[in-house]
């Protein structure tokens, strides 16, 4: 069992950043690749970036790449996604989620066993 809690979120203007965190809880932090997926109002969940046990491997949706960057530090149970240039766009709820066990569809919620609760993202124009 995994218990994940994000932070970070708020209002930011337009070409602002905003770092989020995502804490988990137990011993086995490093044995979970990690998500980040977000909901905007009206619209379904999506995937926004992903990266490996070990943090070697990223991987980011084309509506992002080159401005968020994940990253994550097993020492501190701790997920990162650090969002850079933001665009009205970019408002919504973002969530991590945990996946113990890789079935190749990592950009699908399906993909992943623990979610955190959400924190809001608004980014201003």
């Known amino acids: 069992q995994v218990q994940l809690v994000e932070s970070g979120g708020g209002l930011v203007q337009a070409g602002g950043s905003l770092r989020l965190s995502c804490a988990a809880s137990?011993?086995?932090?490093?044995?979970?690749?990690m998500g980040w997926f977000r909901q905007a109002p009206g619209k379904e969940r999506e995937f926004v970036a992903r990266?490996?046990?070990?943090?070697?491997?990223?991987y980011y949706a084309d509506s992002v790449k080159g401005r968020f960057t994940i990253s994550r530090d097993n020492a501190r149970n701790t997920v990162y996604l650090q969002m850079n240039s933001l665009k009205p766009e970019d408002t919504a709820v973002y969530y991590c989620a945990a996946d113990r066990f890789y079935s190749g569809t990592y950009a699908y919620e399906s993909e992943y066993d623990y979610w955190g609760q959400g924190t809001q993202v608004t980014v201003s124009s």
């Open positions: 137990g011993r086995t932090f490093s044995t979970y690749a």
């Open positions: 990266i490996s046990l070990s943090g070697i491997t990223s």
